[in-house]
Structures are given as C-alpha cells and as structure tokens.
C-alpha cells in the first residue's frame, strides 16, 4: 500500500501530537502529556479521543495553533500544518483495503466516499490485518494532494451480516452518486 513519504509522515505525526496536546492543555480534557513533565501513563484512550475530537472537529483551530506556534516549530512544520484545517472528522467506516489503498466511507448527511493512503509501514499492516468493514472515528486530512488520517484508529465495532450488506449498499450508492474522493481541497 503507498502511504505518506516517511520522513513527511513523522513530521506530521510530531505535528498533530503538539496541537492536540495544546488543545488539550487550553480545554483540560485529560493530564498534559507535550514536554519533560509527561506523566507516566499519559492519557487513556477515551481522553485521547476527546482530545482529538476537540482538536479535529473544529478544525479552525489549527489556524490558531500555527498562529501562536507555542512549541516554536520550524516554518516547514507549519506549512505542513495548515491543510489540518481542511481535514474531516467524522465517524466511518473502512470498506475495502488494497495494496494501495483503503476506502473510507462516513454516514453523515454529507456522506461520501474517500481513497485513504496510511501515514505509515504499521498504519499499513493494520489496514490490511483486520476484517472490514470497521467502524472508526478519525480525522481525514488532505497532505500533499493525498488524503491520509490522523494518529490512531479505534475500532468501534464489527457489523452484524445484516448491517454490513447495508454498508455495501450504502458504499455502492455514495460512489455511484458522487465518486471516489481522493483529495480534499
């Protein structure tokens, strides 16, 4: 599968781990975990989630962070940075997973379907190790012309046989309609 170049994929990965922790930090949802006094365990994984919840669903916010750069990154970080205030972040589900690629499709009322490359060799290897279709709650995000997701994904649940023929279905009809989305603009 291509995912983002390795180098590329790092930078954004220390990127989006400081404005989530600098979301985290202006709306105390769990302990900060960005610096020298990182706690031990850090956070769980439902605080992380919020945390980027908050981080991606108002994803203006990035704007800010690139503003007041309060970790002092690089001008090229920053550039970089900014298409995270095109990204999605929504609930969807993972259909397919090639060699190349993954599609992800989201059931808000602007539902569509989505071309997803990995950040990385591992965000490969999960893709293509699990059973799909998979519920997951993410941030797509537009890099370099691409569409790639944020840090994790959590799995949420396996369908029933009923309610993955409605996924297909649905899947079949949102890309007969609209395409397959492999940028975000």
Known sequence: MSHIHEPTARRLCNILEHYIGWINRIDKIGPDFIGPACPENQVD???????????????????????????????DDLVLAEPVSRSIWDKFWIVKSTKKFAIFMNES????????????????RNLLS?????????????????????????IMIKPSTILKKQILSNYNLLKDKYGIISSIT
């Open 109 to 124: 009322p602007n539902a569509r379907v989505y071309k997803v490359i990995p950040l990385s060799d591992q965000g490969e």
């Open 45 to 75: 994984v439902e605080q992380f989630t919020q945390m980027r919840r908050a981080a991606f669903s108002r994803p203006e916010r990035i704007l800010d962070f690139i503003r007041e750069n309060p970790f002092s990154l690089s001008d």
């Open 130 to 154: 699990v059973p799909l279709p998979l519920a997951t709650e993410l941030a797509l995000i537009p890099i370099h012309g691409k569409i790639t997701y944020d840090l994790l994904i959590i």
